[in-house]
């Protein structure tokens, strides 16, 4: 009976040591590393006035981007002034009032294709108004400040911040990236974003 109760016992303590352990891993394939790469569309060839400068590429974006109701833009001049996989992200609060901000990040392909169908119905006119640009040799970094219109001389229904990346890759300028926020009223452009320096 002894040699009973101290087998019972051995396998109590040998049962509650091991308890809640996970049993041994089986030895299994790694899985294959699959890489899938997405390859961006190639732009159009580019007008050489729109690329040859830092000022002229950012002017050709705006200019591009803006014209009456019902005027087709000129989307191959747009996609022509970004590098393959640019991005274009608009940073919002939706409703208005949420406590957050969230993004959307857009191709030029994907942001053409969405104001295509609302320059259809109504005009839209943004302009640069303040400009800082910081540069290390290929790369560039401007906060170009904006206002919008439904036309021209009208008072803006909104103002905002772009945030532009661009590289220069030797031949030519290029947009990278375009970030922006418009302007609210619990995020008021501050006074040094409304003029450029000199």
Not at 15 to 29: D, N
Not at 71 to 92: H, K, T
Not at 128 to 149: L, P
């Amino acid at each position: 009976m002894k040699n009973l109760v101290a087998v019972l016992l051995f396998s109590s303590i040998a049962f509650a040591q091991t308890a809640g352990q996970a049993p041994a891993a089986q030895e299994r394939p790694a899985p294959p590393q699959v890489q899938v790469t997405v390859a961006p569309t190639e732009p159009p060839p580019a007008n050489p006035a729109d690329v040859k400068s830092l000022d002229a590429i950012m002017h050709a974006v705006y200019d591009v981007i803006s014209g009456p109701a019902g005027q087709n833009r000129d989307w191959n001049r747009f996609r022509s002034l970004f590098i393959p996989g640019a991005r274009l992200i608009p940073a919002f609060k939706r409703p208005p009032d949420a406590p957050a901000f969230s993004t959307r990040v857009l191709s030029p392909e994907e942001f053409a294709a969405n104001n295509q169908r609302a320059v259809q119905t109504q005009g839209f006119y943004e302009n640069e108004i303040a400009r800082r640009v910081e540069q290390y040799g290929a790369i560039a970094h401007v906060f170009s400040t904006y206002e919008s219109r439904r036309a021209p001389g009208e008072a803006p229904f909104v103002r905002g911040i772009n945030s532009f990346q661009l590289l220069n890759d030797g031949q030519r300028w290029w947009v990278v990236t375009i970030y922006w926020q418009g302007e609210t009223k619990d995020s008021p452009i501050p006074a040094e974003f409304l003029k450029s320096p000199k």
